[in-house]
Structures are given as C-alpha cells and as structure tokens.
C-alpha cells in the first residue's frame, strides 16, 4: 500500500480544521500542519489529530509556506489541504482505494469544489493537483494563487473530491496586495500570475484595471490554454459591467480561438444580449448553454449552473418579454426539475400562478 503525508498550511481556522482533519486519519499515514501565526486555538485542535505542528513567519509568499510543509513529510506521496475544506467519508475512502489499488502516479489530479449544494453536487469545481509524489522536482511556484506544474505520469480521479466549505468572510484584498508588492519590488511576473493579478483586480472591483491586465495577458499569448479561455470571459464580464456590448461580445468570442465553446462562455453572450434587450439573440445563446457541458478533464473552470438551472431561468425570462407565455413556462418547469427551492424559481412560480389564476 502506499504511504501519504498529509501536508497542511493553516491561520485561525479554529471553526473549520477539526472537520477537515476528522476523514484525513482514514487515509493519512502522517499529517504535518504549518501554522503560518495563529491567534485563536488553530493550534490546539491540529494538536488533537498529530504530533507534527510546526510554526512558519509569514512571508506573503503561500509557496514557500507549502513547501515548507512539503519538506518536513517523510511518506512517498504528498497531498494537500486548506483549513477549510471538506472530505467527506466517501472521498476518504476512494482516497484508501487508490493507495491499495492504484497506480503509481507522479501526480494525481481531482476535483476541487468550491461550490455545492446541500447534497454535496459539485456546482462549481475545477481539477487540481491533489497528490504528487515526493520529488524535490514537484513543488509549489507562485507566490499567489501558488500550483504545482504537473509533470511526469499524470493521471485524474474523479472519485477523489475535496470540498472547498469556505465561511462566507467579505472579499478580502490581501492578493491584491501581495501582487502589487510584487510589481513594486520589480518581480517579473509569470504570465499565470499576470492572469490572475488580473482576475484580483476585477474581483476587487477595479475594473479599467482589469480590462488592461486582461487585455495584456492576451495580447502576450503565453498563457495557459484555460487560463486564456478564462481571461476572454472574465474580460467579457468587465466590459458588460461598463455596458460596453461590441467589446464584451469581442471578448467572449475571443474564446473560441483556444477551444470548443465552453457553456460559461456561451451564458455570457446571452446575458450581452439580454442586456441590450435583444432577447431572440439572447434565447439562442442561452439555448446553446443549456446542456452544454464543459469538461472537466481540460483543467478549466467548470460552472454546471451555466448549462443547467441559469440558462433555464434566463430563457424563462426572455420568453416572457417576448410574450410567448407558453414557452416561459416550459423553461420555468426546466429551472424548477434542476432545483426546485431556488428562490428565483420560487418567484416564478409564484409570478405564473398569479397569471394563471387571472387568466
């Protein structure tokens, strides 16, 4: 069987790590956890699951924090947590299974969900380099938004899911930050860590700013092909928020230059559309979205909401405008089989039966 260490950098996250840490003695031959300067009881709880917990002053550099953690394992194969995650007993187990029956690797891709509903179906989820064996060759780069390049024999397991159970906490600034401290000491910065200075930008609201980063890191053409794909629909978005239709949709279609039209892409064009009020254009798109499946095994960003409950409210919506009632409600019925406790389907129902009973 094979032997892994589990590897964690964690600060105060005395409400979370005790549920991260309770499946990891199912699967963990060892479990090291990094304190990066606590001041709650972090500590405390680590101290309940392992031995090994050691103290790292904080450097505004997550890497060296992680490979700090990844020095001090001693088991062939290394794998890595947040503070706030998730792994359910089934993942535990399927983790257990591939060290019993597995094959060797040099890393071992998974899903990571950020996003789930209260029956743990993935919504938003993305792949990450979740296992990798111990090799001075697989470590973490990037001081923000850190990875390890994958490398060697690669393989995927879409059994093994981790579950990124965040607390809701406002949008913090601290990459931002560390990126601009970055450009401020003259660090040259690779072309992923120009895509997401970029996606910090624009998720901190600074939008001209993200429409130039965006718009460089393109015009550059050294970035992954997700990242790119990523880039087009995140510069999409910064210019719908400036109502600037022609250049959004410019944008969005940029995409397909990389690869076949992702749903994501796809909702965005309609929700262009339907901004400008053109909603036959809009029911296309959104048509297109629905059922369009993005693949996992590309390494993207993948939104199952794009291609299944939202396209359904949007097309709903724009039947509606256009007075075709009928098929408004075809399309609320659709939204309400993918989820019938959202609260926007929840008015819509309320909306057709008020019509309905006027009627």
């Known amino acids: 069987m094979k032997k892994l260490s589990l590897c964690m950098i964690v600060k105060n996250e005395e409400e979370t790590l005790e549920r991260a840490l309770e499946n990891a003695i199912v699967f963990a031959d060892e ?22 917990v050691y103290d790292f002053d904080w450097v505004d550099d997550f890497s060296k924090a992680r490979n700090y953690s990844f020095s001090l394992a001693s088991s062939p194969y290394l794998m890595w947590l947040d503070g706030d995650d998730i792994v359910t ?8 299974k591939w060290k019993e029956e597995g094959e060797d690797v040099d890393v071992l891709m998974c899903p990571y969900v950020a996003s789930f509903d209260e029956n743990f179906n993935p919504v938003f989820f993305y792949l990450r380099e979740r296992i990798v064996k111990n090799d001075k060759n697989l470590r973490w780069n990037d ?6 390049i994958p490398r060697g024999e690669i393989k995927t397991n879409n059994e093994i899911k981790i579950y990124h159970g965040k607390k809701e ?17 003259g660090e040259v910065l690779s072309p992923r860590s120009e895509f997401y200075y970029a996606r910090e930008l624009y998720f901190n609201n600074f939008i001209d700013d993200a429409i ?11 970035g992954w092909k997700e990242n790119n ?15 600037n239709y022609n250049n959004a949709l410019t944008s969005l279609f940029g995409s397909f230059v990389y690869d076949l039209p992702k749903s994501e892409v796809l909702y965005e064009i309609g929700n262009v559309y ?15 979205a629905l059922n369009q499946l993005s693949h996992i095994e590309n390494g993207g960003f993948v939104n199952l909401e794009t291609c299944t409950i939202l396209p359904a409210l949007q097309l709903c919506v724009c039947y509606d405008k256009l007075g075709k009632t009928e098929k408004a409600y075809h399309y ?28």
Request: net charge positive; glycine share 2%.
């Open 143 to 148: 001081r923000v938004h850190e990875v390890i």
């Open 332 to 359: 609320h019925e659709i939204s309400k089989a993918f989820n019938p406790n959202d609260r926007a389907v929840l008015n819509n129902q309320a909306y057709f039966d008020n019509l309905f009973k006027n009627q």
């Open 274 to 288: 339907f901004n400008k009020e053109d909603f036959s254009s809009a029911i296309y798109w959104y048509e297109l």
């Open 31 to 52: 479990i090291i956890i990094v304190d990066t300067g606590s001041s709650d009881n972090t500590k405390t709880i680590a101290k309940k699951f392992t031995n090994k």
């Open 169 to 185: 906490k406002p949008q913090s600034n601290r990459n931002l930050l560390i990126y601009k401290k970055m450009i401020e000491e």
């Open 89 to 96: 007993e089934k993942s535990a187990q399927s983790i257990v």
């Open 229 to 243: 794909i990523e880039a087009c629909l995140d510069l999409g978005k910064c210019y719908l928020i400036k109502k």
């Open 212 to 222: 130039h980063q965006f718009s460089k890191f393109l015009a550059e053409g050294k």
